[in-house]
Every structure is written in C-alpha cells, then in structure tokens.
C-alpha cells in the first residue's frame, strides 16, 4: 500500500501574509470566434490565470492548481464563442468554484487578430492586424469582464509641423506672394512634421460582457491617431496616407482624447460605472524617447467631460 504523501501546499505559511495575486502565465490556447454567416475565427490565445491566497495557506497547489486551470480553461474554450471576454469570465467563475479558500479569480488573454480590408486608393485586398485584450475577475459578488484592442497607426507632431508651415509662409512672401495665395495654400497642401509609430490601446470593463464589439472597439482605436497604416501600400496608397497624417496631426495626448469621443459616439449604451482605458504611445522618429498618455475614466464622467457638461 502506498503511503498518502502530505499536502504541503494546505499547511500554514513560516509568514501569515496572503498574496492578491498566485497563479500560471502564458497558457496557450486555442479559441475559436464564431462570426454571423461565416466561418469562425480560430484565434492562438495566451491565457494568465490567478487566484488569490488566504494568509494561513502556504500554497495554492501549483501542480494540481495547473491541472484545475487547464481543465477550466479547457471547457472554456471548448465551444465557438460570440465574445471573447465571455471565455475569461467563464474560466473565472469556474476557478472560484474549484478553489474554496480563494476569494477573488482573475483571468486575461490576448491573441492576434487578423482582419480583412482594402487600400484607400489602389483598393487592393489585404490584411490588418490587432491584439486582442480580454479579461475577468470573478468574485463572490459577481464578475466584471473587459474587452479591448491594441493597435498600430501614424501620427505626425503639430508642433514640427507647425515650424514647417511658418518656414513656408517666410518662403513664399520672400517670393511676393500674397497672403491670401499662402494662407489658401498652406489650407490645401499641409507641410510636413515628424512622423511616428503609434500605438493605442482601448479597452472596456464592466460588470458583465461589456456593451461593445470588438470590431468597433478597433476601429474607434485606429480612427483616433493622424492616419491608418496597411499592410499593402501601393505608391496612390503611400501618398493618401502621408497626406492624411500631415492632415490631422495630432500630439499623443490629442489621440487619447479623440478615443474618448470615439468611445462616446460608438458606445452610448454603456452602463455609466463602465471603466473605460485610453492609452496611446508614440515611437518617436527624431528623439530617442517615446511619447506616452493615458486616461482611465468612469464612461458617466468620460461622457460628461466629451460632451462639456463638466
């Protein structure tokens, strides 16, 4: 007979400290995204999945807490879903049931995905690409999932740009032309600024699934930097998007304000207690650091300051 090996992980710690956060990282898998009238979208997930821990238990039995977390993760994914963040939500639920000392589950995955578009000009097919940001945390009390997206785009710096179009204007009265032949000028043709790299990054979190598509979540991501990058770019292609950022540049913080009336516009069903993260980094191109800004905000409060009632 076999001796029953003691259960180390249940015994009291040399230190009664608890610990918010103890778990696995980097779990792979696979998750298949179910479209209307289409075929899914299989996604390569990555999962990390915590519980919390009480001060008087030493461990959460890695080895066996593993077993738990595949096996969630597991039935998790094991249908095509509609939302992402349900599997997050779900894997969570189900690490509470399984853990009963743990007061508070924790579940986040992001995957690549890849979506389909045209050039603006040349209208040629090709590919975008963004990552997906998915997360739960499931207590006693309830769950709150959030949904989001990262994305890269084009920014040009106004205020390069705006020692540009002064060079400009000295340029051209030099040469005798009028102000207003200048001023209609500079209106059509803007003049150039560094460009930069961007990356925004928006997600929303509620309690419950979030009233947002990750499509529009995208898109509102996108839309808020100078201009869209693709994949393809044609020479018609290259020119639109050069003229477009030079249109509306915009600082690093400009693009994190244009989220917020993105989200606003696209998403007035929110639940106002919804939290909505805005984020955006610029690669610089002439300076060896990069440009950062970020609000994290409340959708009543987000609203109320968009639409000027603050």
Request: net charge negative; glycine share 6%; charged share 30%.
């Amino acid at each position: 007979m076999s001796q029953q090996l003691p259960d180390v992980q249940a015994s009291s710690p040399d230190v009664s400290v608890g610990l918010n956060r103890v778990g696995v990282t980097g779990v792979e898998k696979l998750v298949k995204l179910g479209r209307t009238d289409e075929r899914p979208i299989v996604l390569m997930a990555e999962f990390d999945v915590f519980v919390d821990l009480p001060s008087w238990r030493k461990g959460a039995d890695m080895s066996r807490n593993m077993e738990v977390v595949d096996e969630t993760l597991e039935a998790a994914v094991a249908q095509e879903v509609h939302r992402v963040e349900d599997v997050c939500g779900d894997a969570a639920e189900r690490l509470i049931d399984k853990h009963e000392y743990t007061t508070k589950a924790e579940v986040r995955m992001e995957a690549e995905y890849v979506t389909r578009e045209r050039t603006p000009e040349s209208d040629r097919p090709t590919q975008s690409t963004a990552d997906i940001i998915a997360s739960a945390t499931a207590t006693e009390d309830g769950t709150h999932e959030e949904i989001g997206a990262r994305v890269t785009g084009m920014t040009v710096c106004p205020c390069s740009q705006g020692m540009s179009t002064s060079r400009a204007r000295e340029t051209l009265r030099g040469l005798d032309v009028e102000d207003e032949v200048i001023d209609e000028f500079l209106e059509e043709v803007p003049q150039p600024g560094h460009s930069q790299r961007g990356h925004a990054t928006l997600t929303v979190e509620s309690e419950g699934a979030p009233e947002a598509d990750l499509n529009d979540i995208i898109r509102v991501a996108r839309d808020s930097m100078s201009a869209r990058i693709y994949n393809l770019a044609k020479r018609p292609d290259e020119d639109h998007m050069t003229y477009e950022s030079h249109k509306d540049a915009k600082f690093v913080e400009d693009c994190v304000r244009a989220m917020a009336e993105g989200v606003v516009e696209e998403f007035p069903d929110l639940p106002d207690d919804a939290i909505v993260t805005m984020k955006q980094s610029n690669d610089e191109s002439i300076h060896q650091h990069n440009a950062h800004a970020e609000r994290v905000a409340e959708y009543e409060t987000l609203k109320a300051e968009v639409n000027g009632d603050d």
